[in-house]
């Protein structure tokens, strides 16, 4: 465990420190659970009595709370930030030792730099390049000529297809594909003519990609996500689409074939978003939103159907099923009454 | 092939045998496709008729129905639950042999108990306890410190991340990922700050994961799945989730931060449920509901629209975007009206 | 790059080539971005202006557009399938050298074809067939027993449960499970009981599979996906579910237990099908429906509820679930007015 003083964290955070700068914490807990060796902060009023009551070693808050806690405080504009700044001092994550593992295969004319770690059971193909301090933990596959940028983390079991590049700082989690072919295909008599996929993924710069998903390769011309994108896990993205920088995609999204995803958008968990359409910068999709058309100026949607009792539900799905009628209904009541008017 | 007596069955099962003891099946199947070599069950009235004109060798069948079959039976209180004990005996899936594969690596500090079987290029990493019987399919990683307890089975590829726990006699599916990182980060102006996941994921005793699934770690604790849960493949767990105990959660569910699913539930497939809110104990959710908000008492929700030819759906969609005029307009007939009567 | 003539590809196409025979091409590319070096393809009258102002060294089109292109034609019946026909040409994709890698393990009973390529850190179960010219990438995991047909391409990763056949010519991309345990339990007062899922899956002939996809082995008898089937990306296929002869399934659509679909559907993504149901030849589901029940003749279904501003969409959200009433209302209207005119 990590023991870091007030000192440490107020010059990490370029906070104002109130209290005692040699106290020293190891770990980060909610308000409620903080006991004097850990860290905690507070971002939304809705905490003040949690905050009042709090046994942690030290706060972090904004100058506006500052009065409202007794305790060791570090002062910040936005707490929430420094908390998420701070977070990575008491990661228990190892950092790799440099070098290939023995049991790692490196094929022909593949480059790994002397400062990345190539770990237990990795692949690299050949001609592929990994840039310097890169991490790939065990199992990772890496196709023919990849290019994999400097301080890129691909957690266990990744398999990044042939020819893809991954932009420098950019972590992918453990059993997600990257660069696996489009779904494409020409009808035929008997079924289907497959498509080769020759383009491939493009990952900007800081990118963070969850576990267990999948991006396709382009079909003619590139998959691409812009610097700064998240993705959660579980998470589907066809080939050709491009996702814009700073863009957030929440777990088990779809976005089909050619979809063009604007800058900073933020995509909640379990939307499907069609493909060929294009969503403007700023766009908010709701949770669960079919997202069937493109939009041309930022905005929240959603296509959310409301939770009810099944009771409730079957009586009102029943007349979602007769609700064309019932606007007929209803107008040629409107007109009997206004010819009764007349 | 496993060839079992009668006699050996139904003293596995307590079941009362009517027939032939010696008689011996060496498999299961439906009613209508069983042989004289094979057992079959009878678990709803609904299959009466198959149940006349089966040939199985012996069929498990409750006493209310034991006089509508001529061949050999085995007893029992409830027919689908002795299915299920017996269907073990028969599964051709080979015990593994005790012992580390000379592919896998075992890092310093690791411990993998003596009857535990760790297959070919499986990767254990410092400080890691293997238990008694667990058995480790090839490919599999586990990270550091984790704790995977006896009789765990981990199918080939899953990948665990360092400190998790693993409770006895669970299973994980090929594929899955456990104890990635939780989907947190602070806004910034150029992105996204990563909020590092300081938590773990702990998995109670008996539970089975299906494939192909991610589990996050907490943020700060932990992410939790409480002992007899089951879950199926392709589900995304966020972090800092609670599933309560014996909670069945199918296919393609994804379960957002924070959520606090009860004990018991049934989570159909495809459902998405919210962050942040609380799911009674005995809660049934439909088939792709969404579920935006909690309940306090257990029962049935469901928010699935009803499926329509495309015909009938276009135009009762395009009704569903006026349903609010809609309301009002009747409003007005009913206040028109009125106004007419006095 | 291979460059290739205008002479071969019509050859290949068997197409009417009108322009230069010797001219050569190394890749494809989109009428408005291709250049002389490049091909292109016309398959909608929508992109005429492109045709028109195309630089391509050839397109491929059909007799109706030909004169209205001046280069190099390749003129086709079907020209869509033309560039489905001629993409293979151009993938950079490395066919495998025959041989096991030295790193890979092959259990004994095992039988490679000699023409067979298993890479890096593959596992092949006790009495598993590879086909002759059959392609395992690295870290493949094959069961006891299974039977890999000729020519099948398995992806990094991909696991293939004990027992499980492949047909001839099929492909499974990365981190994708076959076989693995339905998700069947029998309650019981603690939990559930595992009903050991005994069947196995058989994958027919020219089969595509993509990435992170899971499909479950039958309880009692087979999951069955047949020949010329094609499935996209995260894809949960559960136990004895059959797809029929050429379907196509895409991205994020979960199949629950024993449902069974036709030949020649199309499936659009993040489509649920509930389980035990019997879907139509020749079926068309729209994204994102959700099938909660069989048909008997092929059509269009969907349920997808209309995509709206938060704004809009909360006012008449809350509508929805007064549904019911309104009808209600809505009749006594109708009653009210009639009674007047009497």
């Known amino acids: 465990?990590?023991?870091?003083?007030?000192?440490?964290?107020?010059?990490?955070?370029?906070?104002?420190?109130?209290?005692?700068?040699?106290?020293?914490?190891?770990?980060?807990?909610?308000?409620?659970?903080?006991?004097?060796?850990?860290?905690?902060?507070?971002?939304?009023?809705?905490?003040?009595?949690?905050?009042?009551?709090?046994?942690?070693?030290?706060?972090?808050?904004?100058?506006?709370?500052?009065?409202?806690?007794?305790g060791n405080k570090l002062i910040v504009a936005d707490p929430y930030l420094g908390f998420a700044r701070v977070s990575g001092l008491f990661t228990r994550r190892l950092s790799k030792p440099a070098?290939?593992?023995?049991?790692?295969?490196?094929?022909?004319?593949?480059?790994?730099?002397?400062?990345?770690?190539?770990?237990?059971?990795?692949?690299?193909?050949?001609?592929?390049?990994?840039?310097?301090?890169?991490?790939?933990?065990?199992?990772?596959?890496?196709?023919?000529r990849c290019e994999i940028g400097e301080r890129v983390r691909l957690y266990n079991n990744v398999v990044i297809y042939h020819d893809c590049q991954i932009g420098p700082r950019s972590s992918i989690h453990a059993n997600s594909t990257i660069g696996c072919d489009g779904f494409g295909y020409a009808p035929t008599a008997e079924g289907w003519e497959k498509i080769h996929q020759l383009g491939v993924v493009r990952i900007g710069e800081n990118v963070e990609i969850g576990a267990n998903c999948a991006i396709d390769r382009g079909a003619i011309g590139d998959t691409e996500i812009a610097d700064n994108v998240i993705i959660d896990n579980l998470v589907h993205i066809a080939h050709n689409v491009k996702v814009g920088e700073a863009t957030a995609i929440a777990g088990c999204v779809g976005i089909a074939g050619s979809a063009v995803i604007g800058k900073r958008c933020t995509v909640a968990g379990a939307v499907a978003i069609n493909g060929h359409i294009e969503i403007?910068?700023?766009?908010?999709?709701?949770?669960?939103?079919?997202?069937?058309?493109?939009?041309?100026?930022?905005?929240?949607?959603?296509?959310?159907?409301?939770?009810?009792?099944?009771?409730?539900?079957?009586?009102?799905?029943?007349?979602?099923?007769?609700?064309?009628?019932?606007?007929?209904?209803?107008?040629?009541?409107e007109k009997a009454l206004k010819s009764k008017n007349q």
């Not at 006991?35 to 100058?63: C, H, M, P, T």
């Not at 700023?282 to 493109?294: D, E, L």
């Not at 159907?305 to 099944?310: C, N, R, Y």
Request: aromatic share 6%.
């Open 280 to 333: 403007a910068d700023g766009t908010h999709f709701h949770g669960g939103t079919i997202v069937t058309k493109g939009n041309e100026e930022g905005g929240a949607f959603a296509s959310t159907p409301p939770l009810q009792s099944v009771d409730q539900w079957r009586k009102n799905s029943v007349r979602m099923r007769q609700l064309d009628k019932l606007f007929k209904q209803v107008r040629e009541l």
């Open 1 to 70: 465990m990590p023991r870091i003083s007030l000192q440490e964290l107020a010059s990490h955070l370029d906070a104002q420190l109130s209290g005692d700068p040699q106290h020293c914490v190891e770990g980060l807990a909610d308000l409620r659970d903080a006991n004097l060796n850990q860290l905690s902060f507070i971002a939304s009023e809705k905490y003040l009595d949690a905050l009042n009551s709090s046994n942690a070693g030290a706060v972090i808050l904004s100058e506006s709370l500052a009065d409202k806690f007794a």
């Open 99 to 144: 070098g290939v593992h023995p049991s790692a295969i490196i094929e022909e004319g593949a480059h790994v730099a002397a400062t990345a770690s190539v770990g237990a059971n990795c692949f690299v193909g050949a001609d592929a390049v990994i840039g310097e301090f890169a991490e790939l933990y065990p199992g990772v596959s890496v196709g023919e």
